[in-house]
């Protein structure tokens, strides 16, 4: 059985992909050792191609094809066919440092972890680059999730984690289908259930954040897949945490946070927006978590004093 799964979607990004599978390949493991899933999710370019031509000299590589269906369900199908101790999400247009993974992937194996998260670089299309590691004084040192994200935080992506295949498949954690932030939804669920997590500063993981990119966008699409992201979070708890969990404060405050970024992305007039879409979902009014930076209590208290206001202040800010 493979250490590692390495599950890579793709979809119509043939500008890069072969730029995500070269970075895989130079992993020092040997091929029995670690896959490379690649999930073709329906693409329309030269994706397909350039991903059997680089299978044809990998004989690791699994190449798996699929109608569209997006990032999500293109990540579940790969989960469910990996066969390793780990898997690794990487998206096809990002790419991967890989000195450090037999390493880091025989602790993760040893220390017995659900999670091990690492740090990550964010290059942008100018050439610049920005190290994202979470360093804290609780690196290294085994927690469940909660007691970690609470005492030192953790990078949202899921692409910044070893996640034990059999952890997911037990607590049945699987990404939202049909939603863009997927992420938002999908690791805190994670990091309430894992019994045993590690942080580690090495950056293992390169986010390419492109210019037209859905992420950094401003998107009606957004906010109301942020919310959804909330109600689901909201239902998580409620049927996986004991009421007095310290769960929920994190929960409380990755809700908030959702909530504030969909209103981030309202639009007047857009299809399906409105006021009420805020005032009436089920996650409204705000719970305010404990250990909030003032800042992030006083603009939570305003959303939920006056949504109205609240998108006025906003966007008397922005000018």
């Given amino acids: 059985m493979p250490q590692l799964s390495i599950i890579v979607p793709a979809y119509n990004i043939a500008d890069w992909i072969e730029r995500c599978l070269q970075s895989l390949a130079q992993i020092a493991l040997p091929n029995d050792e670690c896959e490379i899933l690649v999930v073709n999710d329906g693409a329309t370019d030269a994706t397909p191609a350039l991903v059997r ?56 194996q040893q220390e017995h972890l659900d999670i091990l998260g690492f740090g990550m670089q964010t290059a942008f299309e100018d050439g610049r680059n920005q190290a994202i590691t979470g360093a804290s004084i609780f690196d290294h040192k085994v927690m469940s999730g909660i007691e970690l994200v609470g005492l030192a935080g953790a990078i949202p992506s899921a692409c910044t984690q070893f996640y034990r295949r059999e952890f997911l498949l037990a607590e049945q954690l699987r990404f939202y289908v049909g939603i863009v932030h997927e992420d938002q939804e999908f690791t805190p669920r994670a990091y309430c259930l894992a019994r045993r997590m590690m942080r580690v ?14 992420q950094r966008s401003v998107n009606p699409r957004k906010a109301g897949d942020l919310l959804t992201a909330c109600a689901s979070l909201r239902q998580f708890g409620e049927e996986r945490l004991p009421g007095t969990s310290p769960g929920w404060d994190y929960l409380d405050r990755q809700i908030a946070f959702c909530f504030s970024q969909a209103l981030a992305n309202y639009s007047p ?3 399906g927006h409105s006021i009420a879409m ?38 008397w800010w922005k000018k």
């Fill in 53 to 108: 031509k680089f299978q044809e000299a990998h004989p690791h590589v699994r190449v798996i094809s699929q109608a569209n269906a997006g990032l999500s369900a293109a990540r579940n199908t790969g989960l469910e066919a990996a066969t390793g101790t780990y898997v690794w999400f990487v998206d096809g247009d990002d790419w991967i440092l890989p000195e450090a993974v037999p390493e880091l992937l025989q602790q993760a």
């Fill in 201 to 214: 500063p090495e950056v293992l993981y390169v986010y390419f954040q492109r210019a037209n990119s859905i």
């Fill in 278 to 315: 805020f005032t009436e979902h089920p996650c409204y009014p705000l719970r305010i978590g404990r250990g909030l930076p003032w800042r992030l209590r006083l603009k939570y208290r305003l959303i939920n004093l006056s949504i109205r206001l609240y998108l006025w202040v906003y966007s």
């Fill in 269 to 271: 007039g857009a299809p």
